[in-house]
C-alpha cells in the first residue's frame, strides 16, 4: 500500500515546481523592474530639486532657464539617465520671493511586469512605458 501511494506522488515535486517557477520568476523578476523604476523616480526627484536649488540662489546675473536645465542635466548624467527625459523650466528667478519651478519627466520601459501582465490577461494591452515626473517650487532669494 505504502510503494503503491509513493509510486503514484514520484513526479509531483517536479510538477509542482514547473507550475510555479514561472510565476516565481515573474514577481523576482517584477520586483527588480520595480526597484528600478523607484531609483529612476528618486533620481528625478534629486535632479528637480537641484535644479530649483540651483536657481534660486542670488546671483548676478540672475541663472537663466539654460543654466538651470544644464544642472539638472548633469545631474541625470551622474544618475545614469542619460536620454529620455524632459527638464521644464516655465521662467528663471526675476524678483526674490518669486516661484521658481523645475519639473523633470522621464518616459521608462516596464520591460517584466508588462509581459506577464499581457499573458496573464489575454486580449487586454497593458502599456509598456510609465511616465516618471518630479517637480520642485522653491521661493527666489
Known amino acids: 500500500m505504502f510503494l503503491r501511494k509513493l509510486k503514484?506522488?514520484?513526479?509531483?515535486?517536479?510538477?509542482?515546481?514547473?507550475?510555479?517557477?514561472?510565476?516565481?520568476?515573474?514577481?523576482?523578476?517584477?520586483?527588480?523592474?520595480?526597484?528600478?523604476?523607484?531609483?529612476?523616480?528618486?533620481?528625478?526627484?534629486?535632479?528637480?530639486?537641484?535644479?530649483?536649488?540651483?536657481?534660486?540662489?542670488?546671483?548676478?546675473?540672475?541663472?537663466?532657464?539654460?543654466?538651470?536645465?544644464?544642472a539638472v542635466t548633469n545631474y541625470l548624467t551622474n544618475a545614469n539617465i542619460t536620454s529620455g527625459y524632459t527638464v521644464t523650466i516655465p521662467a528663471a528667478c526675476v524678483n526674490t520671493g518669486d516661484d521658481l519651478s523645475v519639473t523633470?519627466?522621464?518616459?521608462?520601459?516596464?520591460?517584466?511586469l508588462h509581459n506577464v501582465l499581457n499573458l496573464i490577461h489575454a486580449g487586454t494591452t497593458f502599456p509598456s512605458m510609465i511616465t516618471l515626473q518630479a517637480k520642485a517650487v522653491m521661493k527666489c532669494e
Open 8 to 70: 503514484c506522488e514520484r513526479g509531483s515535486a517536479t510538477v509542482e515546481f514547473a507550475l510555479t517557477a514561472p510565476l516565481l520568476l515573474a514577481v523576482t523578476f517584477g520586483i527588480g523592474d520595480f526597484g528600478v523604476a523607484m531609483y529612476k523616480n528618486e533620481a528625478l526627484t534629486n535632479a528637480a530639486r537641484e535644479g530649483a536649488r540651483y536657481g534660486i540662489v542670488l546671483q548676478t546675473p540672475r541663472r537663466t532657464t539654460g543654466a538651470i536645465q544644464t
Open 104 to 112: 523633470v519627466s522621464y518616459s521608462y520601459g516596464i520591460q517584466v
